[in-house]
Structures are given as structure tokens and as C-alpha cells.
Nanobody, 124 residues
Framework: QLQLVESGGGLVQAGGTLSLSCKTSGRTDGTYFMAWFRQAPGKEREFVAMIARSGSSTVYAESVKGRFTISKDIAKNAVNLQMGTLKPEDTAVYYC?????????????????WGQGTQVTVSS
């Protein structure tokens, strides 16, 4: 059983930056695909970014490519999401997810463990 706890959300102005962290209860390198999803009010949960088990590859949604960076901090058992040039449409609850066997990295059903989410609000 892996527990995930997100932190770092908050209120930021458009164009600003914010860094999210997902602390895991155990090691994930070599074992779990880690991803960030988000869900805005009235919308479905959507894929944001994924980092592979080895940490050697990353994938981003088109809407955040070039602005967000996902990374692993192995020493701290954490996965981070650095968000830049934020836009009001980035406003959502951001969730961290982990899955041992992920075929569709953008599909939430392949991820077994989820955090409770952290709110990100971008004002215009």
C-alpha cells in the first residue's frame, strides 16, 4: 500500500509559478509510474504529466508542455511538479497518482494509488 500526500497548492497570479510536491510513503523509483492529474470544477479529471518508473522519460499534456516540469526527488521519496507561466485555465485540484503497470499513461484507471489533491487557483 502506497500513500501519497500532495502539498504546495495555493493562489497565484497569471504568469506566476508554483511548485507542487507529492510525498510518497515508500520508494517509487524503479517500481511505480508517477503522474499528476487535475480536475477543474464541473470538468472531468485530466492528465497533466507522467514520469516513468526509472525517471528516464516524461510525458506532458499539450496544454502544459513547455510550462510544467515533472521530476522525482528520490532522496525525499517525492515527485514534484514545477508549474510556470500559469494561466487561469490551470485552476484545478491537482492530484498525484502512482501505478505499477501503466499502459495508458493518460488514463486515470491505470493508476492504483491517489493523493487527496491540492488546490491551485490562478487569478487573472
Amino acid at each position: 500500500q502506497l500513500q501519497l500526500v500532495e502539498s504546495g497548492g495555493g493562489l497565484v497570479q497569471a504568469g506566476g509559478t508554483l511548485s507542487l510536491s507529492c510525498k510518497t510513503s515508500g520508494r517509487t523509483d524503479g517500481t511505480y509510474f508517477m503522474a499528476w492529474f487535475r480536475q477543474a470544477p464541473g470538468k472531468e479529471r485530466e492528465f497533466v504529466a507522467m514520469i516513468a518508473r526509472s525517471g528516464s522519460s516524461t510525458v506532458y499534456a499539450e496544454s502544459v508542455k513547455g510550462r510544467f516540469t515533472i521530476s522525482k526527488d528520490i532522496a525525499k521519496n517525492a515527485v514534484n511538479l514545477q508549474m510556470g507561466t500559469l494561466k487561469p485555465e490551470d485552476t484545478a485540484v491537482y492530484y498525484c497518482a502512482a501505478g505499477a503497470f501503466v499502459r495508458d499513461y493518460s488514463g486515470s484507471s491505470d493508476y492504483t494509488y491517489w493523493g487527496q489533491g491540492t488546490q491551485v487557483t490562478v487569478s487573472s
